[in-house]
């Protein structure tokens, strides 16, 4: 069983094409699956939903499709006109199919050994899991889960990575549309299973940085310089 995850396009519909054309060059996979946070603070939020949607697969909620479907009311006043320009560019069917989407999804194995994924914890969308996490940290955000759940993947960091923690492979897949890692290509993950255990690959993509900028530039999304500077950054 191969499984494709891919997190965090964020409107970013270049980097998304050119992580599709990526993964139709690797071995076959079974399913592919979208972590969440599809459309905000990128310049092609309508378009990108309407990708995703072509691929007709598992999609769960991110924290910021969360936002888009209910207008941030509590967040900062930049956060909500961004928000209200991306429900302006999806209209009310891009908003009713984000505020739709579950909070996760599982891959059952028959041998037992199952994979959930999730946006950015298995309780919340907003709790990043660092690298660096304590192990306080993970049995907080962790030690609930069930037993047969072997690899739990995720996004909303921006920053891929892999790790082992107990019984679990903890797989941050990165982000495809906005990478925070110092790293400026799309990044996305493969989940392999092989000889008994699950195989985690980060797959890293190049795509055109600059013709983003030029769509951020001309789109009309408030904040772009911001926006720009983060995409070039690449950090936080």
């Keep these: 069983m191969r499984i494709a995850i891919i997190s965090d396009i964020h409107g970013n519909i270049t980097a998304l094409d050119a992580v599709l054309q990526d993964l139709e060059q690797q071995p076959p996979v079974d399913q592919r699956i979208i972590a969440g946070d599809l459309c905000l603070n990128g310049p092609c939020p309508r378009e990108s939903i309407e990708r995703v949607q072509s691929l007709n697969c598992p999609v769960i909620q991110g924290n910021t499709d969360l936002e888009i479907a209910t207008q941030a009311p509590h967040k900062g006043e930049k956060k909500r006109t961004t928000v209200g320009w991306t429900r302006e560019q999806i209209g009310s069917g891009g908003i009713d199919y984000l505020e739709s989407l579950p909070f996760s999804h599982r891959i059952s194995n028959q041998q037992g050994s199952d994979v959930?994924?999730?946006?950015?914890?298995?309780?919340?969308?907003?709790?990043?899991?660092?690298?660096?996490?304590?192990?306080?940290?993970?049995?907080?955000?962790?030690?609930?889960?069930?037993?047969?759940?072997?690899?739990?993947?995720?996004?909303?960091?921006?920053?891929?990575y892999t790790r082992r923690w107990r019984h679990l492979s903890l797989v941050d897949v990165g982000s495809c549309g906005l990478p925070r890692d110092e790293d400026h290509r799309a990044a996305y993950a493969i989940l392999d299973w092989q000889d008994n255990d699950w195989q985690a690959e980060i797959?890293?993509?190049?795509?055109?940085?600059?013709?983003?900028?030029?769509?951020?530039?001309?789109?009309?999304?408030?904040?772009?310089?911001?926006?720009?500077?983060?995409?070039?950054?690449?950090?936080?």
């Excluded at 309780?123 to 069930?146: C, H, K, Q, V």
């Excluded at 600059?210 to 950054?233: F, M, S, W, Y």
């Design 203 to 236: 797959r890293r993509v190049p795509y055109d940085v600059q013709e983003v900028v030029k769509q951020l530039k001309t789109c009309g999304i408030p904040n772009a310089e911001k926006r720009i500077k983060v995409l070039l950054d690449a950090r936080y």
């Design 116 to 160: 959930l994924v999730v946006h950015a914890n298995p309780l919340n969308l907003e709790d990043a899991i660092f690298p660096n996490a304590s192990d306080s940290t993970l049995e907080l955000l962790l030690g609930g889960l069930d037993s047969d759940i072997s690899v739990l993947a995720f996004g909303h960091l921006h920053i891929a």
